[in-house]
């Protein structure tokens, strides 16, 4: 039931609330939707120069995290009002079931898509990820970042995210997923979707940790499940992949019937051709 929850979560996008902008009022096509991913750019160095501002405002730069432990990366949007939450929170539920620690063995590093956010959000989202995570020392090894729109694109380019902002809806259209960092910078290995398996989890970072360079990864496809007001329905392409998952339901259930089926007519033939003691069939009293 985990991993059928894990595979549906990873058909999602997550759609947050975004920054205004000046593009003109024109809701994400289909064809933007399905180009919304990650790209797996395994072994590709993040620049350690890009400059970003920590919860509490303060300047600093991605190098600053480098050269102790692996990393993990987490781009996504502190108020985003879907995938973003569910993200995190699957992240933290693994984490609670390691060994290794959030600023012991590993940090965490978030990183905002919106250049709109401020520190004060992300110092808000770090206070309650920290009580929720509850272990001692994550303070200092889980930081959350907020930055410019130049250097955003480039570290999302370099790390293989690709997102695209709705102006109709003011939201944010973005893969979900974690990237794995050795603790030089460079990408060691992705986990997709919002549930993350302790076991691979511990293992990625047991990778990078050794700087070692993972292999690329099967990822399903990503939609927006986003209802636009302005088309008053969802598109026809993510219409399509909703019947073909309910036809696999149906075929799934129709096959688990004619198994039911099968192993009940089995049954009843073993019994009927089932060899019977002497006398077993004759009236009481009968010798």
């Not at 985990?2 to 205004?20: D, N, Q, W």
């Not at 289909?30 to 072994?43: H, P, S």
């Not at 930055?147 to 790390?159: N, V």
Request: hydrophobic residues 40%; charged residues 20%.
């Amino acid at each position: 039931m985990k991993s059928m929850k894990t595979r549906l979560s990873a058909l999602l996008v997550a759609v947050s609330l975004g920054c205004p902008g000046s593009a003109p009022a024109q809701s994400l096509t289909d064809g933007k939707l399905t180009e919304i991913r990650f790209d797996q750019k395994l072994g590709s160095q993040i620049s350690p120069d890009l400059p970003f501002r920590d919860e509490s405002g303060r300047f600093v730069r991605l190098g600053d995290y480098f050269g102790r432990k692996p990393i993990v990366l987490v781009l996504g949007y502190y108020e985003c009002p879907m995938l973003c939450t569910l993200e995190l929170n699957g992240l933290v539920e693994s984490m609670e079931e390691m060994k290794w620690k959030v600023g012991g063995e590993f940090d965490v590093v978030n990183v905002s898509i919106s250049p709109a956010e401020t520190p004060a959000l992300a110092a808000a989202k770090k206070a309650s990820y920290l009580r929720r995570y509850g272990r001692s020392g994550a303070a200092a090894g889980w930081h959350f970042l907020t930055g410019d729109e130049p250097e955003i694109r480039r570290l999302a380019d370099e790390a293989g995210f690709r997102y695209a902002y709705d102006p109709t809806v003011k939201q944010f259209a973005h893969p979900s997923g974690l990237v794995i960092l050795t603790p030089h910078g460079k990408i060691s290995q992705y986990l997709f979707g919002v549930n993350f398996e302790p076991k691979d989890l511990y293992s990625a970072l047991a990778g990078a940790s050794a700087q070692n360079v993972g292999s690329p990864i099967r990822q399903l496809v990503l939609l927006c499940f986003c209802y636009s007001p302005i088309r008053g329905k969802y598109g026809v392409l993510i219409m399509t992949v909703i019947r073909i998952l309910g036809g696999v339901t149906l075929v799934g259930l129709a096959w688990m019937f004619a198994a039911m089926i099968r192993r009940e007519s089995k049954a009843k033939h073993s019994a009927a051709t089932a060899p019977h003691p002497v006398g077993a069939d004759k009236p009481a009293g009968v010798t």
